[in-house]
């Protein structure tokens, strides 16, 4: 990120910083450095960024800068977006006044992410934060870009969110079997939305693939990197992949009873 100014002082005392774990607490202020001019970061590959910071911070693996950045997540304070492939970041509330450089200015440095999505960013926002707190407004606004940063004519991003309808909507009992099963528990609203998609007849399938694939290879080197999230395994139907766990026998997956909603 290019010189700018941070206030330390309001940083710490961020009520989501506040209700981060403590282990996760001090990561934030250095951690924060990867956004680029406009608070953002690609975060595709853990192992990239763990090289960026790894040579101040020996003692830090892959995995728990992994943990660390879900805790960000769940927090409120890192929104995390995909686009083509590719999974982004970005600090919410950077574009408060003092924390970025002047939108006339960024221009100087290259952007390390996509625009963020409005419409997503604030419904992440919103689900972080109860309508009930006094700040809640304040939070929202702080935390959305600001107006005039963006070309007015330049059409948005894709949106992240799918919309359902409701005679669509599938057993909630189905999903919470998928996350428990699922390794990689990354931004569980859009996995919930992505889920909303896929066919009651075709859960045990799901399930299935989600089992076999915990046995692979791929999902099981350097710690899961290589696991999809769980909206890009829904959404890309990877269930129907051909997955190989290494051997020559298929595991037995017991699958469970799934009400279907009438």
């Known amino acids: ?19 981060c774990a403590a282990w996760a607490q001090p990561e934030y202020a250095w951690l924060y450095g990867l956004g680029d001019v406009n608070g953002s970061f690609e975060m595709t590959n853990v192992l990239v960024l763990w090289g960026k910071v790894a040579p ?19 927090k409120g304070l890192l929104f995390i977006w995909e686009v083509d492939g590719r999974s982004y970041g970005h600090w919410t509330g950077s574009n408060r006044p003092g924390r970025l450089l002047p939108f006339s200015q960024r221009r100087r440095y290259r952007a390390a ?39 007015e004519k330049e059409k948005e991003k894709e949106e992240l969110s799918v919309r359902v309808s409701p005679s669509a909507q599938p057993s909630l009992v189905g999903f919470e079997h998928f996350w428990k099963l699922y390794p990689r528990k990354v931004d569980r609203q859009r996995a919930l939305r992505a889920w909303k998609k896929v066919r009651t007849e075709e859960y045990p399938l799901v399930f299935a693939a989600v089992e076999r694939a915990g046995q692979s290879e791929q999902w099981r080197k350097d710690t899961g990197q290589f696991i999809p999230y769980p909206s890009t395994f829904l959404i890309g139907r990877r269930w ?20 279907v909603p009438t």
């Open 56 to 74: 101040i911070r020996k003692d830090l693996t892959v995995e728990r800068l992994r943990q660390i950045l879900d805790e960000f997540h769940d």
């Open 113 to 151: 992410a996509p625009q963020v999505p409005k419409r997503a960013l604030k419904s992440y926002l919103e689900s972080r934060l109860p309508s009930t707190c006094p700040r809640h407004d304040a939070f929202l606004r702080d935390s959305m870009p600001c107006p005039g940063q963006e070309k």
């Open 1 to 19: 990120m290019p010189p700018h100014l941070i206030q330390f002082e309001a940083m710490w005392a961020s009520q989501k910083i506040a209700q």
């Open 240 to 259: 129907e992949d051909q997955i190989s766990t290494g051997t020559n026998t298929m595991k037995e997956v017991e699958i469970p009873e799934i009400e």
